[in-house]
């Protein structure tokens, strides 16, 4: 289960605490927390979880842009303290599509590489010079003649794993990572047959060795579940927006969007309406149905668990060994209820 924290900013970190014992009470085994600047602070949120709680944490994911790996490492080996030996998990990421909107993001591969390979050195131990890391040496703007070495270990296992779903970026993680999260376009991907192409890249630079099969895959789902269907569609309707803008704008074909459901029109015209920035509600009002279908499960319990079994399995097929469930719902409260008393047992 993920809380992305922008989504739920109203709620505080008590409550949030709550909502997660609520979950691992009823079968969650992971958490997860999104990385946003203006949102509370993922590790702070971590920690308090860490406290109460007794399953496997994660981010999901950091970006890349936002906090150097000194400072990745130092805070991930400082949550390891109160871990008692569960694994942790760090997602690195390059971002949104709105991510350029607050900082640069220059050379999204490279710095991909540079992090996570950086960071494992720092996690395990090793002193790391930033002039062999030349992007982030720039970006970050390290002395070239420093050595960085944390002065205390990470008391428990942490792994890094991938939110970069695109080409370069897969075989990135598949050479330097221990895992992957594909990440809030897995159900668009599942209707256009795309993901089996995308997880055959990511296999093929896995190295030598190692068994592609072993290698954790974590699924994302997004649900927005409520008694009430219309709410609960409504909910996710400017995230559906920007997701269909971002699969219009970064490469997928008109066919690829046509195959979800979604008229090249309904897209247009969504897309006339953000550059003229419109407000929330016009934005809204122009989100379909069928786009919303085709990146969301959202509806009430009993429609939402029938798509439900079928990706369940559907994503077992593909070597997916978790799904990460994320937005949840209109009401948090009634969501994660509805999540764990009416989904998760049934899958």
Known sequence: MQFHLPTYAHVTLPHLVKLAKEGEAKGVSQLWVTDNLRSRQSFVVLTAMAYNLNIKLGTAVNIQYFRNPVDLADSAATLSEVMDGRELVIGLGRGNPRTPRLVRTPRPVSILRETAQSLRRLLDGEGVCFADYPGLLDYYHFNPDATFELNFRAAT??????????????????????????????????????????????????????????????????????????????????????????????????????????????????????????????????????MVDAMFIAGTPGECLERMLEVRDTAHQQGFRQLMFSELGPDVDEAVSLLCDQIVPNL
């Open 157 to 290: 296992p942490i792994s890094i794993y991938s939110g970069s779903n695109g080409p370069k970026g897969l075989a990135v993680s598949a050479a330097c990572m221990d895992g992957l999260i594909f990440g809030g376009h897995y159900l668009a991907a599942l209707r256009t047959g795309r993901v089996p192409e995308i997880l055959e890249m990511f296999d093929r630079s896995v190295p030598a060795g190692k068994d592609p099969a072993s290698v954790p895959k974590v699924a994302e789902i997004k649900i927005s579940l409520s008694h009430d269907r219309d709410r609960a569609r409504d909910f996710v309707k400017e995230n559906t927006g920007n997701r269909i803008l971002a699969m219009y704008r970064q490469g997928f074909t008109h066919e690829d969007i046509e195959s979800l459901g979604v008229a090249i029109p309904d897209v247009e015209r969504l897309d006339e309406v953000e550059k003229k920035r419109a407000g929330p509600h016009e934005f809204r009002a122009m989100v379909t149905d069928s």
